[in-house]
């Protein structure tokens, strides 16, 4: 399984059928064709939405005004929100094309594209998540959304 | 920075993304287009019927004249001779010159080209009068004869009922047994001299009317009914592939009721893989013919079905013979098994360059190691089905059936076996 | 540190203090600690009381901070504290709270020819003045009643207190038209010079003093039952400044006098004293506190040759109406420009700021300012200590005339709170108290983590003001 495919793999959510598709799985033959797969892409433009939503709030809007926890929700929305669309469409215009290889095409639908734009977005929650916990220590104004930063506790603690 | 470094890495990958799917939009517009009409799977053959005139080769056309087939002939007027007339005038079409034609029984006798003299006219008196022993049938003398005067250049057809003589034999079975390893010593012969042979057998029906002798060559007057007869041609491989293609089963005037065919060829099954679906449990596919973290079903079943295309063996030994599970071995690091369940369907999608899906499945353990399925040159099931052991009397029963036929079969097939092997081909595959 | 020892008598003297102490809070340099001592008879003056409290506040805030080389933190930065052992800084007058004048000078215990005398030289009214609420402009029972203070254990301890390298200094603050002021400055300053008793009378009576008297600035209105009245001002006035110039300029006795008026009068209500003697505090008092600040910043040497005499001037006078900044003197500004305006954006930002959540900024949870810390006694005194801050600066705009360098009570756009300055400001950016907390919450360079919550929250604020200060005016 190449690196991309590892965060997709919890196929029984979403469906193997659509695993195999989207890996590019071609009845022509018989096996995936790397050409078709289309998880690096997924990956790179949820991680990009991640990041990009991540920068804006903590590092270019940086708000003094949006430092509470559920500022951070409605962020943490927002990258939910994009990364389902994403994830939907990815396969729904699949679908609508008739691109799905013949032998899974009954298997990938519109429930199908359904239940992997929300594996999608729990993924990219996932990623926001730890973003959060890594990278916000350098935030000027948000370090401390949606919670106090475990150092500033524990050195506070100290004192 | 990291901004100015990611937003071209992301475009870059989003353009992959977009050409992944344009990429599998371009590819099934091409093969849409691409799409050969008949034959659609089988690689590396042509089917141009001219090849029969191209190579200098000889067609010899055998009719077996014993006693027991003067109920098949009646001046033209039998489904016999309406349909081995139709089917020796489309082998001398495809041929494209004519054919040897010959009566046979102790002996060879010729008779000259001329198909309609030779079949449509034909009464039992014909056969009478041509000559030879035709009170019994040495059906081990027939092949022994007919290899005698076969090479890589002929393409035999021998026409006959082929039921055995024991006669008075005071072990019939015995008999029989005899028979088979006679024929096993002719095709071996044969094969030791000429590497190739190939076996086309087509079982049919006919009107008859007459005379039929039982295996104890007790003549039953005016016996009226359906009765079999077999159409045997014997001829390089490649031959089997055009004439099956020029000269199909839906060509004959009457139906073909079955068909088998035997092969020295072992073709390689090029293409083939383990397929994502259908399957039962789960499995991590590696590349085309492997898997590991193998897992059964809330069931306890584990299944998993592989693609391959067998086109050209499916032209050689025909669709039944490759749909028959029988003829399929399971060898799990080396040793034989059938504790896996076997299914063969044809495939269905057009895009695939699969003809057969054939799905394994079992409830018990899940091997590790090497995984081998194989195509047996096996008799055709029917053989045995249409084997009489006792043609005394002829009835709904067994009058469709021929008194020994199997044994016939068990000749040919243990020759090749010796010679050829047990298998045509074999799938491989990893399971860790 | 050496201390100045600075003496606020009367009405007057607890105003210029206040403003002292405003000066000294917004961090206006100071090279001396200072003590202050309050004379006033009338211990219920609420302008004094209103010193005394925010003197209180200062002293309670300053305590907890500390102010080594790594702390850049001006804000209260100049040490106050009052002489030991008294109480409130004020220096009690003894027996003038029970009593008029006549029974304070026993009167009936004189003999005939000592109370002819004293008929000649005191009114009737004089001595029957009740002298609880102060002299009511009446020198002369002053100067009777403050002669105790060369006796009083108030003045055993603050000789006490003195150096002894000499190098502490003396500062009285009077008006020169009142009682208490008027009659005080002149004793008291006797008093110092003439010391022979105390324990450190030489370094005492050799050391430096200097003085601000504080002519006319104001007015009260005409009431016939008041003993204060106004229109006597400018000649008691002329009397008062014949006197310095014999006995005060004349001799020496000072290093350094200020002048201090104003031709423009404010009318106050006429109160004899009291805690109604609230008066709105005055841009001369402003004034007269930079005296101060002048004297405690000039060196030694320049004290020597005499009496020197000083008078404040403006820039530009606006034809009578409300000052700015810009009105004043480059000295003026340069020394309170800057501090006065940090000061004002930290009070900005505490009244207005605050509550839209500043407790959840990184500024406050990076250096443990939770709850604990904004319901605690320092903050409250800040609080309070600022809301003093912004009443004064008011008082000032309100009276007249006014002095008016900020809008005091702006909350937006914040950064023109400063009148006659326009900000520098970015098209794109955080802007007014979303700046003032992405300012606080900067990564700040040398930033002493370890310093107590109170140290932290006035560096922090300091730093930031500074910062902003600088980026938004160019002063």
New interface residues.
Partial sequence: ?NFFDFFYRWKSFYG??LY?HMK????????Y?P????F???F??TI?IV?AVF?LYYYII????L??WWHWLISMAIVAGLTYWVGFR?VI??VN?G?V????QS?VGYNSALMFGIYNMMLAMVFYFVFTLLFRRWS?????SPW??LT?KL??RK? | MMKKRIIPLFVCLILIGCNAKSNRQAANQQRANDIPEIPMKTPGMSYDGSQGAVDSFRVNVYLENSGSMNGYVDAGKTDFQHNVFNYLDDVEQWFGSQLNLFFINSKIIPKGNILDDFINKLTPKDFKNAGGNTSTTDIADLFKQILEQSNDSTVSILISDFIFSPGTQNNPEAYLGEQQVKIKRAFEQYLNKNSELAVMVYQLYSNFKGIYYDYLNTPHHNYEGQRPYYIWVICHPLKVASMRVAIPESSFLNRVENYWSITSFSPTIENYAILPNPKKGSFNKLGKDGMNKMRKDAQGEFMFTIGANLGLLDLLLGEKYLLDTDNYARIINKQTTDEWYISVVPNSIPTSPATHNISLSTKGSLPKGDFELAICRKKPKWADDFTDMDDRSLNESNQMKTYGLHYVFDGVVQAYSAKCGNYYSSMNFKMN | MSKLYVFGIGGTGSRVLKSLVMLLASGVKCNMDIVPVIIDPDDSAADMTRTVELMKKYMVIRSNLKFAESNQNRFFKTGIQPVENMKDFIFTLENTHDGKFRDFIKMDQLDDSTKALVNMLFSERNLDSDMKVGFKGNPNIGSVVLNQFADSQEYKDFANGFADDGKDRIFIISSIFGGTGASGFPLLLKTIRNDKKSQKWKVISECKIGAVTVLPYFGVTQDDNSEVDSSTFISKTKSALAYYDSNISGNNSLNALYYIGDSVTASYSNCEGGSGQKNDAHFIELCSALAVLDFANTPEELLDDGTKHFEYGLKDDNEGRELTFKNLGEKTKKSIMVPLTQFVLMNRYLNNGFEKGGQSQTWAKDNQLDDSFFSGHFFEQVQSFHEDFHQWLKEMARNKRAFMPFDADKVNPLFEIVNGYKPKSKWLGKKNYDLFDDTLNSNWKGWNGAASREQKFMELFFRATEELTNEKYNM
């Fill in positions: 399984m193997v059928q195999e590019g799985y071609d009845d022509a033959l018989m096996d064709n050409d078709f797969n289309q690096p892409s997924l790179l433009w990009g990041v920068v940086n708000s003094t005004r430092v509470k990815t215009v699949d094309n691109t290889t013949p032998s899974l298997y000027r104004n948000c370090k401390h106090e930063l500033t050195n506070n004192k």
